[in-house]
């Protein structure tokens, strides 16, 4: 029958890149499969897409922001097609053309790109794991706790705790934000300097 509505739980969004590619992800992904898509972002960015790639609700950049919107699950899905008609769910066409033997590489246990990245270190399954839930409760209270010290002018506490976080989550989202701060922490620290 296929799924109507997604919820994408997340500590680092949907793209490496900055806020705006994120955006541009989510939505497209949520077009691309014609599905309402709920975004759980504990970083903020929290989010609820139609299948148009239309954002109905957005938390902005408030961690924790729950957002709400009214949502009509057998709704959302027409869309014009080629020949100058509607069709009344999108779906129906797409899956009709679709070429599952195109997509044979994405289902590869083992694909070609893996002996070109070979040397690349990736942490196991479980740890990956752990690290990710580490994220999700005390390091993100932690990387909090940083940004209040950095409202509160207490710029020391807050640059050790960013190096510490960002050395510990590495390319998790609090690992890069984290280095973000210390950027803006170290680049204010040389211009009051000079």
Same mark, same amino acid.
């Given at each position: 029958?296929?799924?109507?509505?997604? #919820?994408?739980?997340?500590?680092?969004?949907?793209?490496?890149?900055?806020?705006?590619?994120?955006?541009?992800a989510?939505?497209? !992904?949520?077009?691309?499969n *014609?599905?309402?898509?709920?975004?759980?972002?504990?970083?903020?960015?929290?989010?609820?897409?139609?299948?148009?790639?239309?954002? /109905?609700?957005?938390?902005?950049?408030?961690?924790?922001? &729950?957002?709400?919107?009214?949502?009509?699950?057998?709704?959302?899905r027409?869309?014009g097609?080629? /020949?100058?008609?509607?069709?009344?769910? *999108?779906?129906?066409?797409? #899956?009709?053309?679709?070429?599952?033997?195109?997509?044979?590489?994405?289902?590869?246990?083992?694909?070609? &790109?893996?002996?070109?990245?070979?040397?690349?270190?990736?942490?196991?399954?479980?740890?990956?794991?752990?690290?990710?839930?580490?994220?999700?409760?005390?390091?993100?209270?932690?990387f909090?706790?940083?940004?209040?010290?950095?409202?509160?002018?207490?710029?020391?506490?807050?640059?050790?705790?960013?190096?510490?976080?960002?050395?510990? #989550?590495?390319?998790?989202?609090?690992? !890069?934000?984290? !280095?973000?701060?210390?950027?803006?922490? !170290?680049r204010?620290?040389?211009?009051?300097?000079?």
């Open positions: 029958a296929g799924a109507d509505l997604v #919820f994408h739980l997340t500590l680092g969004g949907a793209s490496m890149a900055g806020a705006d590619a994120s955006l541009a989510f939505r497209t !992904r949520a077009a691309d *014609f599905v309402y898509l709920v975004v759980a972002f504990r970083g903020g960015g929290s989010l609820i897409i139609s299948p148009k790639g239309e954002v /109905l609700a957005d938390g902005g950049n408030e961690p924790d922001a &729950i957002v709400a919107a009214d949502l009509d699950l057998g709704a959302g027409d869309a097609d080629a /020949l100058g008609g509607v069709t009344t769910d *999108f779906r129906a066409r797409l #899956f009709r053309e679709r070429v599952p033997g195109a997509y044979g590489i994405l289902t590869d246990a083992h694909p070609p &790109i893996l002996e070109k990245l070979r040397h690349v270190a990736v942490p196991a399954g479980e740890e990956a794991s752990a690290l990710c839930a580490e994220g999700r409760t005390t390091g993100a209270d932690a909090y706790e940083a940004e209040r010290w950095l409202a509160e002018d207490k710029v020391e506490e807050a640059a050790l705790r960013f190096e510490q976080l960002a050395e510990h #989550f590495g390319t998790l989202w609090i690992g !890069r934000a984290s !280095r973000e701060r210390l950027k803006g922490v !170290r204010k620290e040389s211009e009051t300097a000079c």
